[in-house]
Nanobody
Framework: VQVVESGGNLVQAGGSLRLSCTVSGLAFRGIDMAWFRQAPGTEREGVSCITWGGSITYYADSVKGRLTISRDNANNTLYLQMNSLKPEDTAMYYC?????????????????WGQGTQVTVSS
């Protein structure tokens, strides 16, 4: 199994980024997915999740209305569109396969699969 996150960069506050997560070696189209982030010295924080078919999504309160999760099952890719970025969004971002996307999504532990992609937002 290979999970590769990409798209992170240095951006000014108010700017946008689109993160991608490409997955190989598992049945991507049949599993829920999640994005989480971790800043230095902090715990992992759930950002968003999406069900296997893409019909249900959840977001952390801190990102609602600014970040949008989506997926392309034909290309085994998960996305996170990030708009109106804030300095507090600065973190390493990771995607996680098999993270059940339901009402309790944010209460479950998040696991590292890939190397992550760094998002840095300057003020």
């Amino acid at each position: 199994v290979q999970v590769v996150e990409s798209g992170g960069n240095l951006v000014q506050a108010g700017g946008s980024l689109r993160l991608s997560c490409t997955v190989s070696g598992l049945a991507f189209r049949g599993i829920d997915m999640a994005w989480f982030r971790q800043a230095p010295g902090t715990e992992r924080e759930g950002v968003s999740c999406i069900t296997w078919g893409g019909s249900i999504t959840y977001y952390a309160d801190s990102v609602k209305g600014r970040l949008t999760i989506s997926r392309d099952n034909a290309n085994n890719t998960l996305y996170l569109q990030m708009n109106s970025l804030k300095p507090e969004d600065t973190a390493m971002y990771y995607c996680e396969p098999y993270h059940t996307c339901d009402d309790n999504w944010s209460q479950r532990d998040f696991a590292y699969w890939g190397q992550g992609t760094q998002v840095t937002v300057s003020s």
